[in-house]
C-alpha cells in the first residue's frame, strides 16, 4: 500500500494567493483528518470526515479555511486568502474506523510545507 | 474534557542513556493511550499503545504503562540510539470520539553519539 499520499509536498506562495492542498487517503479507510504543525501551536486537529460527511470542523480557524471531500479517496484543504500566518505543515491522515467504537491506528501523510509570503 | 500534558522538551541524552518521557492524562470514561513519533522530515506514526488499566504497550525497546490510578503513561526506553532522536506525541481516544485522537504537544528528543 502507497500510504496516505499528500500533494504538493512543498508549496510557497504570496499573501492573497488561493492555495489548495491534497489528499488521498489510505484505500479502505472511512476517517480523514486534516491537521496543521507549527512551532508556536504544535499540532492542531482542523477538521475530520466519516465516510466522507465533515464530523468536526471547529479546528477550521476562520471562514478563509475549506475542506471538501467528494469522495473515498481524495480531500482537499484549501485557503483562500492565504495570510503569511498560515505558514505551517499541513498533514493529512486516514483511519479505519469499526461500528464499535474501537480505536484504530490514524495513519499520517508525508505533509506539505506551505510558506505564504 | 479531554487532554493529555506532557513534559516540556527539547530533552538531551547520551546514547545508551535511560530515558523517561512523562504523560498524563484527563479522559472522561476509560480512554485509550498512545505514543506517537515524528521523525524529522515525516508525518506521524504510531509508537505504541494500550486500551485498559495495567496494559503495557511496547515497540522497537520502548514502553508505557496505563496508570489508571495516577491518570498516566510515561514512556520509557533502557538504553536510547541516535535514531530515536524525534518527536514524540502522548495521545488519547475516548469510546464516544473514537475516530479523533487528542495529542499532546510533543517532547523533542535529541541524542547525543
Known amino acids: 500500500d502507497a500510504g496516505v499520499i499528500q500533494s504538493p509536498r512543498h508549496e510557497v506562495t504570496e499573501m492573497g494567493q488561493e492555495v489548495t492542498l491534497r489528499c488521498k487517503p489510505i484505500?479502505?479507510?472511512?476517517?480523514l483528518f486534516w491537521y496543521r504543525q507549527t512551532m508556536m501551536r504544535g499540532l492542531e486537529l482542523l477538521i475530520y470526515?466519516?465516510?466522507?460527511?465533515?464530523?468536526?470542523d471547529s479546528g477550521m480557524p476562520e471562514d478563509r479555511f475549506s475542506a471538501k471531500m467528494p469522495n473515498a479517496s481524495f480531500s482537499t484543504l484549501k485557503i483562500q486568502p492565504s495570510e503569511p500566518r498560515d505558514s505551517a505543515v499541513y498533514f493529512c491522515?486516514?483511519?479505519?474506523?469499526?461500528?464499535?467504537?474501537?480505536?484504530?491506528?490514524?495513519?499520517f501523510g508525508p505533509g506539505t510545507r506551505l510558506t505564504v509570503l | 474534557g479531554n487532554s493529555v500534558t506532557q513534559m516540556e522538551g527539547p530533552v538531551t541524552l547520551s546514547e545508551e542513556a535511560f530515558l523517561t518521557i512523562n504523560c498524563t492524562y484527563t479522559?472522561?470514561?476509560?480512554?485509550?493511550l498512545f505514543w506517537y513519533v515524528q521523525y524529522p522530515g515525516e508525518g506521524l506514526q504510531l509508537l505504541l499503545k494500550?486500551?485498559?488499566?495495567?496494559d503495557k504497550g511496547s515497540n522497537k525497546g520502548f514502553e508505557a504503562t496505563y496508570r489508571k490510578e495516577t491518570t498516566s503513561f510515561h514512556l520509557e526506553k533502557g538504553s536510547v540510539q541516535v535514531s530515536d532522536s524525534a518527536v514524540y506525541f502522548c495521545?488519547?481516544?475516548?469510546?464516544?470520539?473514537?475516530?479523533?485522537?487528542?495529542f499532546g504537544s510533543g517532547t523533542r528528543l535529541s541524542i547525543r553519539p
Open positions: 491522515a486516514s483511519s479505519s474506523s469499526d461500528s464499535g467504537g474501537s480505536f484504530n491506528e490514524q495513519f
Open positions: 484505500s479502505g479507510h472511512n476517517s
Open positions: 470526515f466519516n465516510n466522507n460527511v465533515p464530523i468536526d
Open positions: 479522559a472522561t470514561g476509560y480512554p485509550s
Open positions: 494500550a486500551t485498559k488499566a495495567d
Open positions: 495521545a488519547l481516544s475516548t469510546y464516544s470520539s473514537a475516530s479523533k485522537i487528542i
